[in-house]
């Protein structure tokens, strides 16, 4: 198939950035869209101009490098996938498509489609872990847990990192990303022991980071790739209510 | 002559590592404040071994290319974790994951690396379960095993299909928590380009900013290389994309003997290759072949049915269908090692069995696992097994909850259904179990240059059994470094800071620089990606699943022949000074092009088949690799010389005390 891509093109976060059109032929519906990408790079390359930067790494939807939003759509029009798994049969012959970075405050354009995504590194940093060191462990099945709330909180854990619940938010929010921690922590006897504190430290972090609030919209989950749940954020507000009220 | 020392203490197998602990050398807490050491890479075993040696008081600086440490490519392992826990009471223990493992790895890997292995990876458990990894749990809230590959017990931890996911996140939550109290430094789309020596020893690293271009130099009392393997030579593997050698490769220039770099596992079950724009193959686990069961059809004529379209696979009968794992090797069935059940899959489409439109293509069916779920579920449920619409919905229901997420990314990639259908599967380039070459306390032949997990050769011999990757990169992580680290620190308490004023430092900058300019400055025609296209066809081709001596000289030839051209003819636009991705493959591609002729050498070198390394030449006559422990007992360690086409050869002599070496049999 043949499409007419408009695809965003920044120098870096200081210079203006605009969009760019450019055709690509002999696209087949089995390639992935980054193959696609790839394919125009290729010919960019052999005509001389530089390539498209754009963020990618594993290509199996686990690592959450890759970004783009795709006709609007952080990951593209496929529900509960990243872009690296979308396919071209999802797009016909003729097919106009926009490609844009994730664009947010918090995640400044290093280049292109590449945007600068440490302030969820910074976040996690805040508070995002159980504090225990190398070595101090108990046996594993010391602390029985309960098969639904592991699975619960297997769920809330399957967040990548590719922040595109902040692209699909109109607040900008990171609520989804940063309460789907809190909630898998929480629902784990060795993590509940500092939920308060992480609560309040994720949440001044993720507030420092310039990352909007959350007014329950839900597109963030409806784009999810992993499709976490809305409830962790409610979740994370009851612990932040409680928090304040009673902080130890 | 073996000339390569492993410092393996002395004393019975079992009680090695307790004496080296007690006996090593320690480094106080105030001491370790004023020493300070590099990792390169934030994967299983970099994020572990930051995160540990920053707990212990060191000064940690962390290289990794990606934008975050959390998306190193451990992230995509699936299926599990082995541990000697002996949870299930099916009589593991210590000695027999040890033994799983050796025998696994075709007798060529380091008896005392590999029980020290199985002697922490309890404690891997543990640790893990206490920063909150979510494994699958038992409704009684204990921890869910299964079993893998290549052995008859359960002993695989797992966290459904992403566990590689979960303890990734783990590590680097420890990793994270070092980081807020200033243990750790982060420097995130960094690349390492060189290695720094002064005076023999390893004291730092130049490297460039991938987002800027900027290239400098840190300084350290150490370095470890946590960069994973470097399966990526093949190009098509399911390796990231940005998996690369770099790393090892350049410590290899300055001096760290490569191990045994020809044995590379091709992994049994991938998705097969579609068409040439493919950038990567991707894995469905090996747990599968827990369920699922492998076929092709037994007359030709109805594999040609399927190939052109005009046969579902689902209307061939039982008697027309090849189950040719479970044919040939009835003891272990579908659950043999993956090297085996690679060849087997070759052999059936050489054989032109093959099921998709290349011809390179084997079925892995789950209709008897939904059929055999579904009527377990109807007796517990009280249905009759009658109502076989019932039954397959049952049966499909607990599938999905077993490998749903597996399921899900086999059809979004193919558009099949493999609830439906049976999968197409073909092997692929999946994990390198050569690498740099490290003694007992984990250091390669550069004093103070370390490496852990994939990018050492220690542990998994030639052939990796499944789950024990992860084990291995925590295990060297958390539990080994932090130990023997101190033996080779001990010394440096008063050595103070390492300047990057000296020369060494500068020499080392002004090459690097040199080599990226060089490489721009070809402004030839071809990209970087055509040439490691055309490397990759070839390493495949002749130093793939099986290997001879004529396809090992040819590629060699043509190697060093790409090599030349790649110098004449690359293409690469942009500047040094600026984020450049043609730039970064570029480089790494450089590499590449030199390790893949010493694969080959190695694999030419090594007159016998053992493992994941087939020569046709050695095979008995049902074509099972043939093993020559008279002449090749030993661990191959190169050595640069200065010219990619004269590595020298070194030995270490593998000495098994404690098992009998014998014919590995899955029959």
């Known amino acids: ?248 | 002559m073996a000339d390569l020392i492993s410092n393996v203490p002395d004393g019975p197998l079992a009680d090695k590592w307790t004496k080296h602990k007690n006996t090593i050398r320690l480094v106080n807490p105030a001491n370790k404040r004023n020493i300070d050491i590099i990792v390169i890479g934030s994967g299983l075993a970099g994020a572990s071994a930051a995160a540990s040696l920053a707990e212990l008081g060191y000064n940690i600086k962390c290289f990794f290319f990606q934008d975050s440490p959390r998306r190193a490519h451990s992230i995509a392992a699936q299926g599990g974790i082995n541990a000697a826990k002996n949870y299930q009471n099916d009589g593991d223990s210590i000695y027999r994951l040890f033994y799983d493992t050796i025998k696994g790895g075709d007798y060529r890997s380091r008896e005392a690396n590999v029980y020290r292995l199985a002697e922490v990876s309890a404690n891997i458990i543990d640790q893990c379960v206490a920063q909150g990894v979510p494994f699958a749990r038992e409704y009684g809230g204990t921890l869910a095993n299964r079993s893998f590959g290549g052995v008859q017990v359960s002993r695989t931890f797992y966290a459904r299909g992403q566990t590689g996911q979960q303890l990734l996140l783990g590590a680097y939550s420890a990793l994270s928590r070092q980081v807020a109290v200033g243990k750790v430094k982060m420097y995130n789309r960094h690349e390492l380009l060189d290695i720094v020596k002064i005076d023999g020893k390893a004291r730092g690293v130049v490297v460039r900013n991938n987002a800027t271009g900027e290239i400098a130099s840190h300084g350290a009392h150490a370095v470890l290389l946590c960069n994973g393997g470097y399966g990526n030579v093949f190009f098509l593997s399911t390796n990231a994309m940005g998996s690369n050698a770099t790393a090892s490769w350049r410590a290899h220039k300055r001096g760290a003997f490569f191990a045994n770099p020809s044995f590379t596992q091709i992994h049994p079950t991938c998705i097969p290759v579609s068409g040439d724009y493919q950038s990567k193959l991707t894995l469905m686990s090996e747990s599968l072949r827990n369920d699922g069961r492998i076929w092709v059809p037994l007359h030709k004529e109805d594999s040609i049915a399927i190939r052109e379209g005009r046969l579902k696979p689902t209307e061939l009968s039982e008697e027309r269908r090849d189950y040719y794992l479970e044919r040939r090797y009835p003891a272990f069935g579908n659950l043999v090692p993956r090297d085996v059940a690679s060849r087997a899959a070759k052999e059936r489409c050489d054989a032109g069995f093959g099921v998709n439109k290349t011809g390179q293509a084997v079925f892995l069916d789950f209709a008897s696992a939904i059929e055999r779920y579904g009527e377990e579920q109807a007796n517990i449920k009280g249905i009759s097994i009658k109502d076989r619409e019932a039954v397959m919905q049952m049966g499909r229901e607990v599938v999905s909850a077993k490998y749903g997420n597996l399921f899900q990314m086999y059809e979004q990639i193919t558009a099949d259904n493999p609830y439906e259908t049976p999968m197409k599967i073909f092997p692929a380039v999946h994990y390198t179990m050569g690498g740099l070459w490290v003694d007992y306390n984990l250091m390669t032949t550069v004093p103070g240059l370390f490496a852990l997990g994939e990018a050492n050769f220690s542990d998994h011999g030639a052939n990796r059994l499944g789950a024990s990757a992860l084990m291995q990169g925590l295990a060297d992580g958390y539990f080994v470094i932090p130990y023997t680290i101190g033996e080779y620190l001990a010394d440096d308490i008063r050595t103070g800071p390492i300047s990057t004023d000296h020369d060494a430092f500068k020499a080392a900058e002004i090459e690097a620089r040199g080599h990226l300019s060089s490489l721009i400055n070809i402004k030839g025609s071809v990209p970087v990606d055509d040439f490691h296209r055309k490397l990759g066809k070839f390493i495949w081709e002749y130093c793939g699943m099986a290997r001879n001596e004529k396809g090992l000289k040819y590629a060699i030839k043509e190697v060093r022949s790409l090599r030349a051209e790649f110098y004449e003819d690359v293409r690469v636009p942009g500047k040094l000074d600026e984020l450049n991705t043609e730039l970064e493959k570029a480089s790494r591609v450089s590499d590449f092009l030199e390790l893949g002729e010493l694969m080959c050498n190695d694999a030419l070198n090594r007159n016998e088949s053992c493992g994941g390394h087939f020569r046709d030449e050695y095979q008995t006559p049902e074509g099972e690799a043939l093993r020559n422990d008279k002449d090749y007992t030993f661990v191959s360690a190169w050595e640069y010389t200065g010219q990619p086409e004269k590595p020298k050869h070194h030995k270490e002599e593998l000495v098994f005390d404690n098992v009998e070496l014998k014919t590995r049999s899955y029959k």
């Not at chain 1, 989950?221 to 979740?235: H, T, V």
Request: net charge negative.
């Open chain 1, 1 to 248: 198939m043949k499409l007419t891509l408009h695809i965003w093109r920044q120098r870096d976060s200081e210079t203006k950035g605009e969009m760019v059109q450019y055709i690509v032929d002999d696209v087949s519906e089995h390639m992935s869209f980054l193959e696609m990408m790839d394919v125009l790079n290729d010919n960019l390359v052999k005509k001389g101009e530089e390539p498209i930067a754009f963020d990618h790494d594993c290509r199996e939807g686990i690592c959450g490098m890759c970004s783009m939003v795709i006709n609007g759509q952080p990951h593209g029009p496929q529900k509960g996938v990243t872009t690296c798994q979308l396919h071209m049969r999802s797009f016909n012959d003729g097919d106009s498509i926009y490609i844009e970075p994730f664009r947010a405050k918090g995640f400044p354009v290093v280049r292109d489609l590449i945007v600068d995504r440490s302030a969820f590194d910074r976040i996690i940093q805040a508070g995002g872990y159980v504090s225990v060191g190398t070595g101090s462990a108990p046996d594993g099945n010391a602390i029985p847990i309960k098969k639904e709330e592991a699975d619960e909180a297997f769920n809330a854990a399957t967040c990548i990192g590719c922040a595109a619940c902040v692209a699909s938010c109109k607040n900008a929010s990171a609520m989804l990303f940063v309460s789907a921690k809190i909630a898998q922590l929480d629902r784990l006897p060795q993590g509940k022991v500092e939920s308060k504190e992480r609560v309040s430290k994720m949440i001044a972090q993720m507030d420092e980071e310039g990352f909007g609030n959350c007014t329950n919209t839900g597109a963030c989950s409806a784009e999810c790739p992993k499709e976490i749940s809305l409830e962790n954020i409610a979740r994370m507000n009851r612990l932040h209510l409680k928090s304040t009220i009673s902080p130890t």
